[in-house]
């Protein structure tokens, strides 16, 4: 998921946040124990960067990050809502319920050496390309940090690092939502790597996942072909249909498929094919609206080749709801901290996977982006992150790990996030999460104004998930 924001400061209308001295002072106890933490965070980067696992088959990277959790004293439940990956660490007790999450999962196929040209670590296996690697361990140093200062008594609450699978196929947070795994957080905090460090203030595209399967009948391609039904010639007919919707969809729609089935040879007219398909807009009722066409364009693709079909939602993801003090919270502290540096030789290794990716070779984006309005229409990008803003006020930002306009889900960013460019957007993140977290804990004013904004904003909305009823898909190796 990619984000570029470099917008002009000025017209958010919110009061400049006054720091007193202990709040200060409480901020620098927190970022200094995330750096005691560095060595540690990035030998777990790099571990779970290694074992590049994809959704719900991330055993050794849960593993790793849950004794990690034990060994600095939070308790860990694991395999909750169904899912043996996915693992809660908390510490503390009472109110406020401070969340932070963390993923792990890698995508397949783009497995890449941490070098600025194209070679595989491992030819056809999956890779970082999201920078996962990152946000797990960022997340998880910052949970400790907090836990610390709650066991010095210098913060009263309860943290909770939530570990959680598969984000970039089915969405394992809105498997921990369905358990009401959520439900007595105060506020949850969120990272993800990018291109720039930024407040997220353009939110996450709404999305639903569904295969659509059609069934004909079989035959003999030559002596007989007049006997079949083609369900190669179904799913032909369903993917030109989608192709000519793309004219008539807002902007802000997506549509993308992958034919998984159509046959295996030639000379049999094959009775099995199988699309899976994403349909994606900025907010739910424009997804909605799309996948009523689409149902239709499926139904019609059977009728052509006279076979039957079916179509099985797998999941979908929500859009994000944004909040200004989240927002304005979040830049405070990121500025505070400041952005990460970058040697001479950083730069080159990113000018380099410019280069490679013919891309302008401009290195990297140093610098916080400023602090800019919510906007109405975000691009292309979804996350399960943006249902837990629905159920949970969500503070969400990005940090630079990567190139600027590096192809992202793609063998570049694996390449950053096993190296030190990753590393050191990794360590701010942690950092800026950890003082937020602080503010959220020791600031209950700055709660209040979240959890009121967030009232208002969910004000009449009734949030629904997309995962079909039963236990999480996870296969069996």
Known sequence: MKRLVSLALSLIALPVAVHSQAARAAKETATAAVDRQRADLVRLSDEIWGFAEVGFAETKSADVLMAYAQRNGLTVERGVAGM??????SYGSGRPVIAILGEYDALPGISQKAIPTREA????????????????????????????????GTLKGTVRFYGSPAEESIGGKIYMIREGLFKDVDVALAWHPDVSTTVDNLGAQANVQFMVEFRGRTAHAAADPWSGRSAADAAEAYTHGINLLREHVRPTVRMHYTVERAGDVPNVVPDYARIHTWVRDSRRPGVDTVFARVREIARGAALIAGVEH??????????????????????????????????????????????????????????????????????????????????????????????????????????????????KGMMMASKALAATAVDLFADPAAREKITAEFAQKTKGMTYKWLVPDGPPPIRKP
């Open 310 to 423: 079916t179509i099985s939602v797998q999941t979908g993801t929500s859009d994000m709801i944004i909040l200004d003090h989240g927002l304005k919270l979040l830049h405070d502290n990121l500025s505070w901290i400041g952005a990460p540096s970058y040697t001479e030789e950083e730069l080159a290794f990113a000018r380099s996977l410019q280069a490679n990716t013919g891309k302008p070779t401009v290195g990297m984006k140093a610098a916080l982006a400023p602090l800019a309005p919510i906007l109405p229409d975000p691009p292309g990008g979804s996350t399960d992150v943006g249902d837990v803003s629905q159920v949970v006020p969500t503070l969400h930002f990005y940090g630079a790990t990567a190139p600027a306009e590096v192809p992202w889900h793609a063998w570049p960013v694996v390449a950053t996030s096993g190296m030190s460019i990753g590393h």
């Open 84 to 89: 043996p990956t996915a693992f809660i660490a």
């Open 121 to 152: 670590l491992h030819p056809g296996e999956a890779g970082h390309g999201c920078g996962h690697n990152l946000f797990g361990a960022a997340s998880l140093g910052a949970a400790v940090a907090i836990k610390e200062m709650i066991a010095a």
